[in-house]
């Protein structure tokens, strides 16, 4: 059962057994109510102070895997489908007498390294180069030319980076494969690159606050706007060969406003997390006819730990607003405006059903920290 559905009806049984005077200000009473459903724990209304704001905020953390940030890139391995350029000069001497034995010394090749890894240089043979830097593959050709060359020097380096490649899907402008090269990439640098704003566009085209990264089998939600706003600690991720970048598509990426809202809206985030003011201001404020400024609630369907989450705003003092700009709302919250007067329970839960399919559509997206 997901988290409004059990929710509303715990609320509901509640109501009904406070007779047909429910009103919102009695949601209070749940307060340290337990839901088995729901949470071993007692779910607590909790009201939005500076002191929750800064517990809150101290929980924002750049919590990325460590074998993420401990990868460094090693020197680039060849492998089947590179192209080496390889230029050998040596003492003339011992190169006159291998041409008029008949042996063909061009001192200059390009090489595409087959299939099974290896290559073929005259007067060396078959050498396998197959998870070899170009360091290695020079010293295996200075070894092998020295029957040649008098003293040879071999110089080996890679033209065409086409063995390793890190896949680059979803909602990018500029989808597909990015090759690894000797110049080590990093995650930042790759997505920028793969344009993920579209033409001049403000507004990403994909949400770039659950970026799903891949790697040996294991992916990992990251929030890179975030990051990119809060640090660079980004920077240091270092992508390698087989690695998946997904950007998914951000039409779920929405927070509600709903109840007496002047303007009940749904809104399309382009960052993980904005001010509940904000919020409040694109829905036009509350409804002064019909709103009751002290009961305006957040229902959140899961924190950073995965749990159920319900706060409460007083929106009817000058703090109260001033505390709304300092509230982060986060994908997925739902913002309800309780109703002065008589207006009854019947109507948030015909407001707030709605909405539990797009909660129960995106249930199954996981945190990775």
Aim: charged residues 20%.
């Amino acid at each position: 059962m997901k988290f409004l559905l059990i929710l509303i009806f715990s609320l509901t049984i509640f109501s009904c057994s406070m007779g047909t005077s429910f009103k919102y200000n009695e949601i209070r009473s749940f307060k340290g109510t337990l839901i088995p459903e729901l949470s071993d724990e007692p779910i607590l209304i909790e009201q939005i102070s500076s002191s929750l704001i800064r517990k809150e905020n101290n929980k924002d953390s750049l919590n990325l895997p460590l074998n993420l940030l401990n990868y460094s890139p090693q020197s680039y391995k060849v492998g089947a489908g590179d192209v080496l350029f390889i230029y050998v000069y040596g003492e003339t001497e011992r190169l006159s007498a291998a041409l008029a034995r008949g042996a063909a010394i061009n001192p200059v090749f390009e090489k595409i390294v087959r299939d099974d890894g290896s290559i073929f240089y005259p007067n060396a043979g078959i050498i396998d180069v197959e998870g070899k830097t170009v360091e290695e593959i020079r010293l295996i050709l200075t070894d092998a030319l020295s029957s040649v060359l008098n003293n040879p020097q071999v110089d080996v380096s890679v033209t065409e980076f086409n063995s390793q490649k890190v896949i680059l899907s979803g909602n990018f402008t500029s989808p597909g494969t990015v090759p690894v090269t000797s110049v080590p990439k990093t995650l930042t640098e790759v997505i920028a690159n793969a344009n993920p704003y579209g033409e001049s566009s403000p507004v990403p085209l994909g949400d770039l606050t659950s970026v799903k990264f891949t790697r040996e089998g294991y992916t990992y939600e990251i929030d890179f706007e975030y990051l990119s706003r809060k640090s660079q600690i980004q920077n240091y991720i270092y992508l390698k060969d087989g690695d998946v970048i997904h950007l998914p598509d951000n039409s779920l990426n929405q927070v509600h406003v709903i109840g007496e809202a002047s303007n009940p809206i749904s809104i399309n985030l382009s960052r993980k997390k904005i001010p509940l003011s904000v919020a409040l201001g694109q829905a036009k404020g509350l409804n002064q006819s019909t709103a009751k400024g002290k009961d305006v609630y957040i229902l959140r369907p899961k924190d950073l730990e995965g749990k159920p989450r319900i706060f409460k705003s007083d929106m009817s003092s000058p703090s109260g607003y001033l505390l709304a700009g300092e509230f982060e709302l986060q994908s997925q919250d739902i913002v309800f405006i309780g109703t002065a007067g008589v207006t009854s329970w019947s109507r948030f839960i015909n407001q707030v059903l709605p909405f539990t399919d797009f909660i129960n559509s995106s249930e199954d997206t996981n945190l990775i920290n």
